[in-house]
């Protein structure tokens, strides 16, 4: 019953999400919390539902910390933690060089089955008017800083990303909040700041940690690919080797990575290594965890592609794809290919759907593919790690 009417209500949005871009003209603005879709005919005409406010309140973060990876372990932490507290999540845009609405990427459909969301951009145009206008806008930060005339502040929008995301998403912050609890004490904020007194917490960074928790990790499930992203890929597999075996493998080489790696010195856990070297461990980051020499690369690749008889190794890499030295070491019959696609999100779908995956324990580029297989069951190495 629970999930009918869930459903109902994914594709009651879905609808409106059409109508919205269908019709000419927006309508009125209606300033009833009690109906705040814009496009209130339209809602009526149909099944007479209308976008509730939730009374809990919502939550919104920004991504801020990282490049993708960082901000999808990020997400999923935070996904979980909306949900302890009970409030909506208000979906952020992923951020690069700017903002990219979640729903570019992955369809909102499939977070929707897990728990309340609504993408950022949608909260704006139709939810923020009336819950969270312009003068209302409290940015919530964990240490605020003093100004030169000694008044205290949360730095929300200082520096980049920061100021660029929430000006992208047109917000300017009115007051400030210092919480005072950490992000596993659910009980204390739900106490401390109930959604009737405090509808909107924006934070100013995500409130989850890097890397994902263990107990976060299967929540990946609901992180799917939007239609528009699989066809790029599957294009591509389609064009360039379709209805082969192929063994996907991502090697992370450039200099901001050597340099990292320089910096492992004996510990058991460095950024995403609890994907190979668990949670919970005594067992050390190598050097060929972390940056895997070329003998290493080379044959556990060949090993690889022995085992599952693939004909294709399909490279994914932020610097040197070592093309040529692969090519050597496997022979003509096995083709090497590297696409360095327009967006890296390409790389991580076809590495998501190959036979076998080899990638860098160290890398949350990686352990995002790993999570993802992880989900379809499918099997993956991790370049100077074997599980014992
Ligand atoms: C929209 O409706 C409200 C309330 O009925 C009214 O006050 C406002 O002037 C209208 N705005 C426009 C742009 O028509
Ligand atoms: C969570 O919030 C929803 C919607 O506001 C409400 O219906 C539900 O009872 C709440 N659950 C708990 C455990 O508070």
Redesign the pocket.
């Known amino acids: 019953m629970n999930l009918l009417r869930r459903r109902q209500h994914v594709s009651f949005l879905c609808l409106l999400f059409v109508l919205w871009t269908c019709l000419p003209a927006r309508g009125n603005e209606s300033s009833d919390a009690d109906d705040v879709s814009s496009a209130s005919s339209a809602t009526t005409s149909d099944d007479g539902t209308v976008l509730e406010v939730?009374?809990?309140g919502y939550i919104i973060y920004c991504p801020c910390m990282g490049r993708f990876g960082n901000q999808a372990d990020h997400f999923l932490g935070s996904l979980g933690f909306a949900k302890q507290l009970?409030r909506t999540l208000i979906i952020p845009p992923w951020r690069t060089y700017k903002n990219v609405p979640f729903d570019e990427w992955f369809r909102v459909e499939a977070v929707q089955l897990y728990y309340?969301v609504i993408t950022a951009e949608n909260f704006m145009r139709d939810l923020a008017p009336t819950v969270w206008p312009e003068g209302s806008r409290i940015g919530w930060c964990w240490l605020q800083k003093t100004k030169d005339d000694g008044e205290s502040y949360c730095p929300m929008k200082e520096g980049n990303p920061f100021g660029p995301f929430w000006d992208g998403l047109g917000v300017n912050f009115d007051r400030h909040m210092v919480y005072k609890f950490s992000y596993t004490e659910v009980d204390k904020w739900k106490n401390e700041y109930p959604?009737d007194k405090f509808p909107v917490i924006a934070l100013k960074g995500a409130p989850a940690s890097f890397p994902v928790r263990e107990h976060h990790v299967p929540l990946h499930r609901y992180l799917q690919w939007s239609d528009l992203m699989e066809s790029q890929a599957n294009d591509y597999i389609n064009t360039h080797f379709p209805g082969e075996t192929f063994v996907g493998i991502h090697l992370r080489n450039g200099p901001d990575w050597v340099n990292a790696c320089s910096h492992i010195k004996g510990s058991t856990s460095f950024m995403a290594s609890p994907q190979c070297l668990g949670y919970k461990n005594n067992k050390e980051v190598t050097k060929e965890i972390c940056i895997p020499s070329v003998d290493i690369i080379l044959s556990l690749t060949k090993e690889v592609v022995e085992s599952t008889k693939a004909t294709t190794v399909y490279v994914a890499t932020d610097k040197d794809p070592m093309l040529d030295t692969l090519k050597n070491t496997l022979g003509d019959k096995v083709k090497v290919i590297h696409q360095d696609p327009w967006l890296p999100q390409l790389d991580l779908i076809i590495l998501g759907k190959s036979d076998h995956f080899i990638g860098n324990c160290v890398s949350s580029f990686t352990a995002f593919v790993t999570r993802e297989r992880l989900v379809t069951n499918k099997p993956t190495s991790f370049w100077g790690f074997s599980p014992e």
């Open positions: 939730d009374p809990k009970n309340r959604g």
